[in-house]
């Protein structure tokens, strides 16, 4: 009984010994990196726009400042995940 809880110890303590400094370090980046990212928008669109010598226009439907379209898109793909999972035995049994 002695053996498996040392072996799970020495486990724990190595996925630690990765998993805090990652996160530490992955947390101080983006905490003190000090300018924000750009969307695809600014990135992307708005830049081949003005190559093209066209200007960005509006969207159609416009959902604010932020990444709520993305957070949509991330909650529509959880929802069809859970579905899909929930009746996965339906979805892939053979038709005899």
């Known amino acids: 009984m002695g053996e498996g809880r040392k072996s799970y110890r020495v486990k724990v303590a190595a996925a630690l010994f990765v998993a805090v400094p990652l996160l530490f370090f992955a947390v101080k980046s983006c905490y003190f990196s000090g300018k924000s990212w750009n969307g695809v928008d600014e ?54």
Request: with cysteine.
């Open 43 to 96: 990135a992307v669109v708005e830049k081949i726009a003005k190559e093209h010598g066209r200007q960005a226009a509006a969207p159609l439907l416009d959902p604010g400042s932020g990444d709520l379209l993305l957070f949509l898109f991330l909650l529509a793909g959880a929802v069809g995940g859970f579905a899909a999972g929930y009746c996965w035995r339906d979805l892939v049994k053979k038709n005899d």
